[in-house]
């Protein structure tokens, strides 16, 4: 017998085996992945280029140059500007940081109670915290967006609120409009994390505009990525003096910033307020600016994908699990695939079916996990004290996974298999 004949043998008894019911291997060869899902976008070789180059020089320090229009960050805050149609903004040295001081900047004194969503990362109540605020919960629904029912309720049942700190958790945005009107019924300042919602509109402008002010994020898994980074984004001209004051723009150094209001408008705060030194970089402002360039670019390759992948899983598994609708009048970038498993499912088989995921090679996370960050029940420091029982519910079947840029397409067709073959596994077990 040849060496080819062989090989073929043994393939087709293999074959046998594992399609037979009496045979020794009674499951099929299941797909698995072998691509990191962790994988960040990478920085451009331009982006490299400047940080490598400001590092030969050691001026790394934003305001050690000899005017705005040498700083390598006032040019990220004027391009950062330009891109979301903001008048000012401020770079940080993170998100958390932008969304601390947003609330600080619009005013929010100690003990002040802020309404947040139910369902968010738990750097937004952290911030809360930070900002000296107490946080209060509005229920999240089934399209992991704030519940504008409960958001009325919580305005009415909490009359001494000032602000609304509404989060665009994974980039899905609620109907801002509502929002909004909910918020002036109620002389409450809107204000927007929109860390997860760079690159994305409500209607006609991008998102950050409805509110007061916005904070956007930098950190590795976002859309752009300087490792950690933020920026405050603003049309209010107190607002942004402040924050630069606060990250650190002490004595004259205002004047090195280009997306700031005037000096008549700083008049005496350095010596008023205090300076946090959350200033960032210029490492991370030469990293992020060329990403700023393929914004569009990017989110048109993944809303494709997104599309591919959510297509798929429901033609195949729509009677096991559901995908969250996108609010009428927004713009979505789907960098990451969020999907409801049905109630049907138990919870030894969601279990069952995160575990199955994992062992072939897909982390997908289940955002009422007990050690989920997400999870509202882990914040301790911030607990909630009403009870949440739509939010509580979504999330014990709510289920993240991200979309890295840097895979291929033909990974994403892996990814469906991967999903769809642990949700039989754990259905079957």
């Not at 601390?100 to 139910?118: F, H, I, R, T, Y």
Request: glycine share 6%.
């Amino acid at each position: 017998m040849t060496a080819t004949n062989f090989t073929k043998l043994a393939l087709a008894t293999l074959f046998t085996l594992a399609t037979s019911s009496t045979g020794l291997l009674t499951n099929p060869i299941r797909t698995r992945i072998s691509r990191d899902i962790k994988t960040p976008d990478p920085v451009p070789q331009s982006g490299i280029d400047e940080a490598v180059s400001l590092m030969s020089t050691g001026r790394m320090y934003r305001y050690n140059v000899p005017n705005a229009q040498e700083s390598v960050v006032s040019k990220c805050e004027v391009e950062i500007a330009e891109y979301t149609g903001h008048k000012y903004c401020v770079a940080l040295n993170s998100c958390g940081s932008a969304i601390m001081l947003m609330m600080k900047c619009a005013g929010l004194q100690p003990g002040d109670e802020v309404l947040s969503n139910a369902f968010t990362f738990g750097a937004v109540p952290s911030a809360i915290e930070h900002a000296g605020g107490k946080a209060v919960y509005v229920e999240s629904d089934y399209n992991h967006v704030m519940d504008i029912d409960d958001l009325e309720k919580k305005l009415v049942e909490y009359p001494n609120t000032k602000f609304c700190l509404i989060s665009h958790m994974r980039g899905k945005v609620a109907d801002m409009d509502a929002v909004k009107a909910a918020c002036d019924r109620h002389n409450v300042i809107l204000l927007e994390d929109c860390a997860h919602s760079l690159g994305v509109s409500w209607k006609d402008k991008h998102t950050g505009h409805i509110g007061k002010a916005c904070a956007i994020s930098s950190q590795s898994y976002k859309m752009i990525n300087s490792g950690e980074g933020g920026f405050l984004l603003t049309d209010d001209p107190e607002i942004a003096a402040k924050c630069a004051v606060y990250a650190g723009a002490y004595e004259g150094l205002a004047g090195k910033h280009l997306t700031v209001p005037g000096p008549e408008v700083f008049a005496d705060l350095p010596t008023q307020i205090p300076n946090y030194s959350l200033r960032m970089s210029g490492i991370a402002a030469a990293v992020i600016r060329p990403q700023i360039l393929t914004l569009d670019e990017r989110r048109e390759k993944y809303n494709k994908r997104y599309a591919f992948v959510t297509q798929k899983l429901v033609e195949r598994k729509g009677h096991l699990l559901s995908i969250p609708t996108n609010t009428p009048g927004m713009t979505p970038v789907h960098d990451s695939l969020q999907f409801n498993l049905s109630h049907k499912i138990t919870d030894e088989q969601v279990q069952k079916f995160l575990d199955e995921c994992s062992e072939h090679g897909l982390p997908v996370e289940l955002f009422g996990h007990k050690t989920n960050a997400r999870n509202f029940v882990n914040w301790g420091f911030a607990p909630a004290e009403d009870p949440l029982p739509l939010t509580a519910k979504m999330l014990t079947r709510a289920c993240d996974v991200r979309l890295p840029l840097m895979w291929d397409d033909e990974d994403f067709e892996t990814m469906v298999d991967v999903i769809c073959e642990s949700l039989d596994a754990a259905i079957e077990s």
